[in-house]
């Protein structure tokens, strides 16, 4: 049986999906984007301030589901422009402990929902 994981602490699904599934001891979350759940506006300021509101609304959908960043066993990154990987990889990595960090893959795409600059998915175990 899988669970569907809500909380206002992250943005609500803008489509038919759920911020994220619990199916045994596993959470797939679906991709996050850096809208501010307080204001449904989008944080675009500088994409490190756009990576660090992906981030926050990754880590309410993990708390949701009891689990946290040392959880994830899998990301998956998508940015529309390479040379921003540094800036947003950095930021990532603020809230992960390196020596825990999961698995990864970065991948630059054409076009993300609202036209934002990334988004990040994550799989979890208990």
Do not use: H
Not at 44 to 73: C, G, H, P, R, Y
Not at 86 to 98: D, H, M, R
């Amino acid at each position: 049986m899988k669970k569907v994981i809500f909380t206002t602490e992250a943005p609500s699904p803008i489509g038919p999906y759920s911020q994220a599934i619990l199916k045994g001891n596993t959470l797939y979350t679906s991709g996050q984007i850096a809208l501010d759940p307080t204001s449904d506006e989008l944080v675009t300021d500088s994409i490190e301030k756009e990576t660090e509101q992906v981030m926050l609304n990754l880590k309410a959908v993990l708390a949701a589901a009891n689990m946290t960043f040392e959880n994830v066993v899998k990301t998956s990154i998508f940015i529309m422009d390479m040379n921003d990987f540094a800036a947003i990889n950095q930021v990532y990595g603020s809230f992960l402990n390196e020596k825990t960090a999961p698995a990864r893959e970065t991948v630059q795409v054409a076009c993300l929902p609202k036209n934002v600059n990334v988004e990040i998915s994550m799989i979890a175990v208990l």
